[in-house]
């Protein structure tokens, strides 16, 4: 009933810059909160961000002050804005919204998943 799809992953070196898009779609009756999730090779999935409708925000100790999450419910879609990047940043990263479906069905979605690699 829903799909959400990533967008702007890729690689780049350390101290530079990507920003993440993550587009829902399908039968939504509501979003209740938008974040990102990050898995790194030998780790744990872990939340990197989340944003509520309220406009609250949560970051990880790792990310604050270098990422930023904003989202537009409007448009069903999060972003994730990440500055100076290092290579511990490198993962698998995923967007998460706990949607509410025209059908009534509530529970969280995630994204396909894209790779962010920061080398040298």
């Known amino acids: 009933q829903v799909q959400l799809v990533e967008s702007g992953g890729g690689s780049v070196q350390p101290g530079g810059s990507l920003r993440l898009s993550c587009v829902a779609s399908?039968?939504?009756?509501?979003?209740?909160?938008m974040g990102w999730y990050r898995q790194a090779p030998g780790k744990q999935r872990e939340l990197v961000a989340s944003?509520?409708?309220?406009?609250?925000?949560n970051y990880a100790g790792s990310v604050k002050g270098r990422f930023t999450i904003s989202g537009d419910n409007a448009k069903n879609t999060v972003y994730l804005q990440m500055n100076s990047l290092t290579p511990e940043d490198t993962a698998v990263y995923y967007c998460?919204?706990?949607?509410?479906?025209?059908?009534?069905?509530?529970?969280?979605?995630w994204g396909q998943g894209t790779q962010v690699t920061v080398s040298s």
């Open positions: 944003i509520l409708n309220s406009g609250y925000t």
């Open positions: 998460n919204m706990y949607i509410r479906t025209t059908g009534g069905y509530t529970t969280g979605y």
């Open positions: 399908g039968s939504i009756f509501s979003i209740n909160t």
